[in-house]
């Protein structure tokens, strides 16, 4: 069993992570306290629209960065039964598949930001590539106030993945490792959230060759799987801190084999300087160029599974 301690954690409150681990039951057991599952979305919340909501909460986004962005319904919803939004970016001559995600935390609010800000990029510079972009994961926790780590469950959607030994090695860290952090509950069972279980679906339909996950607030960058890193995007620089059960860097970097890039913002409620979050994207390009080796040809991607309207 391998894990490596986080040494930025923060300790539970000791009766609320009791409260939590009492919820740790077989998923068997759990399956009828999950408000949606696979098939089965809940409904969707009257009056979502995507531009309003993020304009009103996140740092640094304007109405026409936002409108310009072109965010796409797609069949993904939140525990709550927000719509999970996407953007595809392809540039002509693309070679290679990158998934980009923001707000898997949901008070990470500048994550969300610079994902809207980078399909402003994308669309300017392409460079290579096929760019989906999901810029915010979870809602719920993004718009709630105040916002929180965790899905409207309760649940850390970035300990919720398929990893190999999940039962067994997420309960143990969680209770072990974290003393039972309410803000890292794994949940009760591997993908049983609405969100994780979108993004699982849909990395298995865009097989992409790279994702970029944004997080903050600790200033640095980290990355998981084949390949050599990038050392530095703008300001952050290179700090791997290592790998935790059902981390999406365990799931898609380590055992998936497709190269998670997680950046880790300095602030979790500013975004860097306009500059800076050009650097970034331009010191990403350059990365790409140089140590992203294609998969299979672009065109055989399935498209974004979309929400039908009309």
């Not at 319904?73 to 939140?78: A, C, D, L, Y």
């Not at 960058?221 to 860097?249: A, C, E, K």
């Not at 055992?255 to 994207?281: C, N």
Request: proline fraction near 11%; charged fraction near 20%.
């Amino acid at each position: 069993m391998r894990f490596s301690l986080q040494p930025r954690s923060l300790r539970g409150l000791p009766c609320l992570g009791l409260a939590l681990s009492l919820l740790w039951l077989p998923a068997a057991a759990m399956a009828s306290t999950v408000r949606s599952g696979p098939g089965h979305p809940p409904a969707d919340i009257a009056g979502s629209e995507p531009c309003a909501e993020f304009v009103a909460r996140l740092p640094n986004v304007k109405a026409p960065l936002c409108a310009a962005a072109q965010l796409k319904p797609t069949v993904g919803r939140s525990f709550k039964g927000r719509t999970l939004y996407a953007r595809d970016v392809v540039a002509p001559d693309a070679r290679i598949r990158v998934l980009v995600i923001g707000a898997m935390h949901g008070d990470e609010l500048s994550s969300a930001s610079v994902a809207l800000h980078w399909i402003q990029r994308a669309l300017e510079t392409p460079s290579n590539a096929h760019w989906r972009f999901i810029p915010a994961l979870n809602p719920d926790g993004l718009m709630v106030r105040p916002a929180t780590r965790m899905n409207a469950r309760g649940v850390d959607l970035n300990r919720n993945f398929p990893t190999p030994n999940w039962v067994r090695d997420a309960k143990v860290y969680w209770e072990k490792r974290t003393r039972k952090d309410p803000r890292r509950w794994p949940g009760p069972s591997p993908l049983s959230e609405p969100e994780s279980r979108f993004l699982h679906d849909e990395m298995e339909r865009f097989q992409p060759d790279l994702i970029v996950s944004i997080h903050a607030p600790y200033g640095v960058l980290d990355f998981d799987g084949p390949g050599v890193p990038p050392p530095q995007l703008g300001r952050l620089y290179l700090d791997q801190v290592g790998i935790f059960p059902g981390s999406l860097g365990n799931y898609g970097g380590v055992h998936k084999g497709m190269p998670v890039v997680t950046i880790e913002l300095p602030s979790a409620f500013r975004t860097p300087l306009d500059a800076e979050v050009r650097q970034m994207w331009l010191d990403l390009l350059r990365w790409m160029s140089e140590r992203i080796v294609p998969g299979e040809p672009a065109g055989k991607v399935v498209p974004v599974k979309a929400k039908k309207t009309g």
